[in-house]
């Protein structure tokens, strides 16, 4: 089992960042693949970014390809969300979630997946 803490939203300006992290207690964070999901007042909760347990693969949806970057750190139980280039669609709670994991390699998108889940961060980006 494994119990995930967000931090690091806040409010920002278009065009500005933030970097989200998330950590994670229990010994065995490396077997994990973890996501970041977002959830927008009204709306349902949707992919943000994904990475697999330990070879570093990624995948992005598209509406933050190229601004956002995840990343995660197996030997300090963290995974990161660094966010540039916000834009006022980007406002929403920030989720990360994690799902065991047998393969090394896969990254997974849909939130029914992923076992555990933080708390949330707030995100907002003022226009």
């Known amino acids: 089992q494994v119990q995930l803490v967000e931090s690091g939203g806040g409010l920002v300006q278009t065009g500005g960042s933030l970097r989200l992290s998330c950590a994670a207690s229990?010994?065995?964070?490396?077997?994990?693949?973890m996501g970041w999901f977002r959830q927008a007042p009204g709306k349902e909760r949707e992919f943000v970014a994904a990475?697999?347990?330990?070879?570093?693969?990624?995948y992005y949806a598209d509406s933050v390809k190229g601004r956002f970057t995840i990343s995660r750190d197996n030997a300090k139980n963290t995974m990161e969300l660094q966010m540039s280039s916000l834009k006022p669609e980007d406002t929403a709670v920030y989720y990360c979630?994690?799902?065991?994991?047998?393969?090394?390699?896969?990254?997974?998108?849909?939130?029914?997946?992923?076992?555990?889940w933080g708390q949330g961060t707030q995100v907002t980006v003022s226009s």
């Open positions: 229990g010994r065995t964070f490396s077997r994990y693949a």
């Open positions: 990475i697999s347990r330990s070879d570093g693969r990624t």
């Open positions: 979630a994690a799902v065991p994991a047998i393969s090394t390699t896969v990254v997974h998108i849909v939130p029914t997946v992923y076992d555990y």
